[in-house]
C-alpha cells in the first residue's frame, strides 16, 4: 500500500476503506467550506458515500490508474489529495485536494502537492502533472504557483458548482522543469 512520510509530522497514505468514518467525519465538520468550491459535498451525506468514493480509489489504484490519499498530520486525518488518473501512453495526471479548515494555512497542502509531484515524477517517470483550480479560489491556485507550476490558462465555464458554472485556472508542471529544482521548494 502506499505511504508516503512528507516530514516528521507528516504523511500520506493510502485511503482504506478503515478511514471512511474518519474521512466522513472530516467531510461533515467542514461541509460549509468544502461545498464552496467543490460539486461532490451534496452527494455526501452518509459514510457509506465516503466509502464508496474510498472504494473507488482502491480500484483505481489495483488498475494502475490513480489513487486517492488522505494526509495526516501528527497523527490525524486533515485532508485528501489523489491522482485523478494516470495516461500512460502520453505519461501525464492530475492532481486533486482538499484540507480541513482548521489546518489551512500551515504549508500542509503545499507540502503533500509537492510530495506527490516528486513522486510523480521521481517514481513514476510521468511527464506532466496538470491542476485545474476554480479561479477565484484563490487559497487553492496559489498552492501550484507557490510550486512553481505555469499558469496554462482559464478553462471557461469548465465545471458546474450548484447554481453555476466555474472558471478554472489550468495549471502544468513537466517533467523537466521539476526534476533538478531545489529542494527547498
Known amino acids: 500500500m502506499f505511504h508516503y512520510p512528507i516530514d516528521s509530522k507528516t504523511e500520506l497514505r493510502l485511503l482504506q476503506e478503515k ?5 466522513f467525519e472530516l467531510t461533515n465538520a467542514n461541509r460549509a467550506s468544502l461545498r464552496q468550491w467543490l460539486p461532490w459535498v451534496d452527494r455526501t451525506h452518509t459514510v457509506e458515500h465516503t466509502l464508496q468514493f474510498i472504494r473507488s480509489g482502491l480500484q483505481q489504484y489495483a488498475e494502475n490508474n490513480g489513487f ?3 494526509i495526516w498530520h501528527c497523527g490525524e486525518l486533515v485532508g485528501s489529495i489523489g491522482y485523478h488518473f494516470f495516461d ?3 505519461r501525464r495526471t492530475s492532481l486533486g485536494y482538499w484540507l480541513g ?3 489551512r494555512g500551515q504549508g500542509l497542502m503545499t507540502k503533500a502537492v509537492k510530495a506527490l509531484t516528486d513522486y510523480a515524477f521521481n517514481e513514476l517517470t510521468l511527464h506532466r502533472i496538470e491542476i485545474r483550480c476554480a479561479v ?3 487559497a487553492s491556485c496559489a498552492i501550484p504557483e507557490r510550486l512553481g507550476f505555469t499558469l496554462e490558462g482559464v478553462c471557461r465555464e469548465t465545471e458546474w458548482l450548484y447554481d453555476r458554472y466555474v472558471d478554472h485556472n489550468l495549471y502544468s508542471m513537466l517533467r523537466q ?3 533538478g529544482t531545489p529542494k527547498s521548494r
Open 19 to 23: 478511514h471512511a468514518h474518519a474521512l
Open 68 to 70: 486517492q490519499c488522505g
Open 88 to 90: 500512460w501512453y502520453n
Open 101 to 103: 479548515e482548521k489546518y
Open 136 to 138: 477565484q479560489n484563490r
Open 177 to 179: 522543469e521539476w526534476i
